[in-house]
């Protein structure tokens, strides 16, 4: 085990099991200490550590949840932002209690309406697009090897079509289309572009991405467990009694501001009215939207807008993403996009000082972090957004829609109230005075049904769970009959 590299000033290489001793290697020395162990956390981080200075080594504690492992600290500090994060990412943590639930109930039939992942097989003329194009990589003519970093130019152009057909007055031109890896990579990716000296307002409930990115990328204090929140972000409100769009009168300034809508979780999709709200307030504050419109295509009511770009003077204030995930099952395939509009400035940014157009920092983060979405998921993209592609998402949405008419019907029938499901493929149901996490356990241990529990969307989403209507019919049917009884 003589590892130790000149230069490497303390290591250690650490065998840890319940009865294990630490493994002690410096200069080629093994020598063996007494390891103590918990069960519940792994930190290899150095933090029991001393130094023998004659020797520069550092003995380091490694507490691991395994019976077996390795642990070898390098002397890089953690990023303290990291620190921040409360008990990991939403889905991962009902991942864990999913998993736990399985272990108790080998033979329960557990469904899972609760990630939010598309269950339906992607159309194929869709795929025949993706198809086409691998089978072309095996060819000559059909080759091609890095792209654009913005994305294939004719996609761009057929994303600038998209807009022009919800509205002949949003502007998007193909150049301001940034094409992508998904909706959620391209909200880190804007953060890094803002870095950490801005300020930022979510919606409260929200989806996870917005938050926990602001606190990597440094932006946030610490959590405040009282108001379960982190300091420095502002929690905009969104409840049934305001119709789910925040009070903005009484929302103090941010420099960006995340919006999502249809929303997750609520599903609520707001009117163009208050759209015009949010673009004004923007402007008034001299803010930048991030517009996420990864649910766009299941508005029904065309009295709300598609795309923040239907209102006028959106161009000046706001960045629009959006995604192929929940558009065609493309939650695997990977494809997504941004818009910046080339009117959106930064207040200073040029040589003299004066304002600096955003597109030029965010195409320098994407030809500078990104490579390019995958060929082939472009040619699905594109194949998505042809005559007949676009036929065949709108007849997936339908289905799913139609679960959520299932779901909402069987939730209404026993007396639970709901919202969202309208324009958006959630429902978030109602249980006031309770706690969600209770109410998400209780589902799933009565019914072997994996929700989301609203609180971990914010504090505002306590009270309420998620449903997700993607998922299989007969699925969703059983669902609905199990919650039936369980809340009858
Ligand atoms: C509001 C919202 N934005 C973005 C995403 C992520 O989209 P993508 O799969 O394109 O990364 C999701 C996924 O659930 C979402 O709910």
Redesign the pocket.
């Given at each position: 085990m003589a590892m130790a590299a000149q230069g490497l000033v303390s290591s250690a290489v650490v065998s840890s099991s319940l009865s294990s001793s630490f493994t002690h290697v410096d200069s080629g020395k093994n020598v063996s200490f007494l390891s103590s162990f918990s069960p519940a956390v792994a930190h290899c981080n150095g933090k029991n550590s001393r130094r023998n200075s004659s020797q520069r080594t550092k003995v380091v504690r490694c507490d691991v949840e395994t019976k077996e492992r390795q642990c070898y600290a390098t002397q890089v500090k953690r990023n303290p932002n990291f620190a921040k994060l409360q008990a990991g990412y939403l889905f991962p943590e009902i991942g864990r209690r999913r998993a736990a639930h399985c272990a108790k109930y080998p033979d329960a039939k557990v469904i899972s309406l609760g990630i939010?992942d598309t269950t339906e097989p992607i159309p194929s003329v869709i795929t025949d697009g993706m198809k086409n194009k691998a089978h072309g990589l095996s060819t000559l003519e059909g080759y091609s090897g890095y792209g654009a970093e913005q994305g294939e130019g004719p996609l761009r152009a057929a994303i600038q079509k998209l807009y022009a057909k919800i509205s002949p007055n949003t502007g998007v031109k193909p150049s301001e289309v940034f094409v992508s890896d998904?909706?959620?990579?391209d909200?880190a990716r804007l953060q890094m572009m803002f870095g950490s000296d801005v300020t930022i307002a979510v919606q409260d409930p929200s989806?996870p991405?917005y938050v926990d990115s602001s606190v990597m990328i440094g932006q946030t204090g610490l959590y405040q467990a009282e108001s379960q929140q982190y300091s420095k972000i502002r929690y905009m409100k969104c409840t049934p009694e305001n119709d789910f769009f925040p009070d903005l009168a009484s929302t103090p300034r941010s420099d960006v501001i995340f919006f999502?809508s249809p929303n997750?979780p609520t599903g609520a999709a707001a009117t163009r009215k208050q759209l015009e709200e949010l673009v004004a307030y923007a402007k008034r504050n001299g803010s930048i939207i991030v517009y996420?419109a990864?649910?766009s295509i299941y508005i029904t009511d065309d009295s709300r807008p598609k795309t923040i770009y239907e209102i006028p003077g959106a161009r000046e204030v706001a960045i629009e993403?959006s995604?192929?995930?929940?558009f065609a099952g493309f939650?695997g395939v990977?494809l997504?996009w941004t818009v910046v509009p080339e009117e959106l400035m930064y207040a200073d940014g040029s040589p003299l000082g004066e304002p600096f157009p955003v597109i030029k920092d965010f195409n320098r983060v994407m030809t500078t972090s990104f490579n390019g979405a995958s060929n082939i998921a472009q040619a699905g993209g594109l194949a998505c957004l042809s005559d007949e592609g676009w036929k065949a998402m709108e007849e997936l949405v339908g289905f799913y829609r139609e679960n959520v008419d299932i779901l909402v019907s069987a939730l209404n029938s026993v007396g639970l109230r709901t919202y969202g499901g309208e324009n958006a493929p959630y429902v978030w149901v109602h249980f006031p005075g309770e706690s969600s996490w209770d109410v998400f356990s209780k589902i799933l241990e009565k019914a072997h049904i994996v929700t989301t529990p609203g609180s971990g969307f914010g504090p505002g989403g306590e009270g309420f769970v998620r449903i997700s209507a993607f998922g299989h019919r007969e699925n969703i049917l059983e669902a609905a009959e199990r919650l039936k009884k369980l809340f009858a």
């Open positions: 939010g998904g909706a959620k990579c909200i989806y991405a999502c997750n996420d990864a649910y993403i995604s192929f995930s929940k939650t990977r997504g």
